[in-house]
């Protein structure tokens, strides 16, 4: 049996998706096309060669230079639109997606009418099986002040689809205290909260953010395979880690985490967090730019030896540890609409 046949039966079933960022899913031949409204001839081979990355700061040189390209709402929706035919593709019923608010505004863009021309473009997605809900997302080294203001434009937004505030950018700065205020300021708005951590810092990042910040998700999260009690803490108090293994790889996330000069998916620690009981949900974080899709990551996740019943158990927890009211928070309720 090949692998494929053999997750034949998961790729039937329908999954949600929780950690996968809008501008990390510019595909080549959208970024085509945002480039030409932009004036700027590309073609797809040149995107796909700014694709390539060995380290962290290559993909976030690559990162800042496609998305310099998504100006104007339409831009934003034109790529909603595609993400969401790109999730429909892969049996995805639900997914939670992460919006980069904060570079928005250092761009000096109108959060609300970029995330009303989205939500305008992804709402006829309901109706063909999707539906889709919004983080709205800070970048960490821009500081808590304008952390602050991302939480006032969810505020602002007053939309039923913002569900939560995030931190994403550079772990290694500023001190995960600073950010408290704004953390309970989100949690206040009745925000559920995330950050990314122990992606390319270490376990420490991971315990600050539940101890300091009251985050109910985490992304990444890999680092915590260094301190056992940080393991122990997030098995505990059912803190789910938003795995997404082709990421650590093409970032070279995993390679500094095990610290080695490469590593392959084989040697991701998904299987370890998993039995040790900590609440896995497996992502795809920035699917264009990492050539990877859902039902790969599964795939990947079979290759690490997971069982039948723990890649069951991964779709489960896509939905149990999603922002969906409670009584939504599984595969049936999706089946059943
Ligand atoms: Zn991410």
């Not at 821009?142 to 991302?150: D, R, S, T």
């Not at 205020?181 to 995330?194: E, K």
Request: with cysteine; net charge negative.
């Amino acid at each position: 049996m090949t692998k494929r046949e053999a997750t034949s039966g998961i790729a039937q079933a329908p999954i949600a998706e929780l950690h996968v960022h809008l501008e990390g899913s510019i595909r080549p031949e959208v970024a085509v096309e945002l480039a030409r409204r932009c004036g700027i001839t590309l073609t797809e081979d040149e995107v796909r060669q700014r694709y390539a990355y060995t380290n962290f700061a290559e993909f976030i040189e690559a990162f800042k230079w496609v998305t310099s390209f998504l100006r104007e709402p339409e831009d934003f929706a034109l790529l909603a639109c595609d993400l969401a035919q790109q999730l429909l593709a892969q049996k995805v019923v639900y997914a939670e997606v992460t919006l980069s608010v904060g570079v928005m505004l250092l761009r000096n863009q109108d959060p609300q009418r970029n995330f009303e021309a989205i939500l305008a473009a992804t709402e006829p997605f309901e109706s063909k099986g999707l539906r889709l809900n919004w983080i709205f997302d800070a970048v960490r080294q821009f500081g808590p002040e304008l952390a602050g203001k991302v939480v006032d434009w969810a505020v602002q937004c007053r939309s039923p689809r913002v569900v939560a505030f995030g931190i994403g950018g550079d772990e290694l700065q500023v001190p995960t205290n600073d950010f408290r205020h704004v953390y309970r300021r989100a949690a206040a708005a009745g925000l559920h909260r995330l950050i990314h951590a122990g992606e390319t810092g270490g376990p420490e990042k991971i315990r600050e953010a539940v101890e300091l910040l009251g985050i109910e998700r985490i992304g990444h999260g890999i680092a915590v395979i260094h301190d056992p009690a940080v393991m122990d803490l997030l098995a505990a108090r059912r803190i789910a880690l938003e795995i997404c293994p082709t990421s650590n790889l093409c970032t070279g996330a995993l390679a500094t985490q095990l610290n080695l000069p490469s590593a392959s998916i084989e040697q991701h620690p998904l299987p370890k967090l998993l039995r040790h009981g900590i609440p896995v949900v497996l992502s795809t974080d920035d699917p264009a730019m990492f050539h990877t899709c859902l039902s790969d990551e599964y795939r990947h996740a079979q290759s690490m030896g997971l069982s039948e019943s723990e890649l069951a158990q991964l779709i489960d927890n896509s939905f149990t540890f999603s922002f969906l009211p409670a009584h939504q928070r599984n595969a049936r309720h999706f089946r059943a609409v």
